[in-house]
């Protein structure tokens, strides 16, 4: 069954973030600024808490896509927009925050709002939408004995599994072995026993000996690959309810 396509907000929903985005974090910074609040037209806010950074007006930078092939500026767009430029439409608004900060932005003269709270979240699902390409891949090689190639796929699959996890945890980390040590350090805050949390770090020892034949790079035997099976659908199971995704697995 497909989704239906999500409504779109009520008119009074543009103004009723900007009202709170003033409440909560641009009025007060425009004071500190010795700014009026009642003349910031334009508001970037970077970081979600207490503390974020809070620019207003000229100290706000964006790129603005418009029409087909022109990025322009912020105060350029306002002029396309006041000139009446027919072929000035507004595609698409990327602010100057770093990509894995959470924003909010908006811009009284151009009617724009856009928010993203939680950047890591979107590349955490996917990583997941990825390993549960892997997983399937997995699931029907151990079906058909193909064990060699399937242990490559266990892996790939509890390893993006728990990037997704690190993701949301902000905690994401570069290595195999970084994002080993971090599920069998952390798999327990998720719901996964010792065994479960270990199997990234087994696979990983693993993959040499039955991707490449290397019998000197680990002693998982065969029985011991298939019994790591439902230890790696553990992860993924994890992984779904770390980024609110209940998506049953085969």
């Given at each position: 069954m497909?989704?239906?396509m999500p409504s779109a907000?009520?008119?009074e929903f543009f103004g009723n973030v900007i009202r709170e985005l003033r409440r909560l974090w641009v009025d007060s910074a425009a004071e500190r600024s010795g700014v009026n609040p009642a003349e910031v037209s334009r508001a970037l806010i970077i970081g979600a808490t207490s503390d974020a950074e809070v620019r207003v007006n000229q100290a706000v930078k964006a790129a603005v896509y418009v029409g087909d092939d022109r990025i322009v500026d912020l105060d350029r767009a306002v002029e396309l927009r006041e000139e009446g430029d027919a072929e000035a439409?507004?595609?698409g608004l990327v602010p100057d925050a770093p990509p894995d900060e959470p924003f909010s932005f908006y811009d009284l003269r151009l009617g724009y709002l856009s928010f993203d709270l939680q950047p890591r979240r979107?590349?955490?699902k996917r990583h997941l939408t990825t390993a549960e390409q892997f997983w399937h891949a997995a699931q029907d090689l151990v079906m058909r004995g193909g064990l060699d190639a399937a242990c490559e796929n266990?892996?790939?699959a509890a390893e993006l599994a728990t990037m997704a996890m690190m993701e949301v945890s902000q905690n994401a980390g570069w290595g195999h072995s970084r994002r080993s040590e971090w599920l069998r350090a952390n798999g327990h805050a998720h719901g996964l026993t010792g065994?479960?949390?270990?199997?990234?770090?087994?696979?990983?020892?693993a993959r040499n000996a039955?991707?490449?034949?290397?019998a000197t790079a680990s002693r998982v035997t065969p029985v011991s690959l298939v019994?790591?099976?439902?230890?790696?659908?553990?992860v993924l199971t994890a992984a779904r309810s770390a980024v609110n995704l209940a998506k049953p697995t085969e």
């Open positions: 497909v989704d239906p907000p009520p008119p439409e507004i595609r979107q590349r955490a266990m892996f790939a065994e479960e949390a270990a199997a990234l770090e087994v696979l990983h020892r039955y991707r490449y034949g290397d019994e790591l099976v439902p230890h790696v659908s553990a």
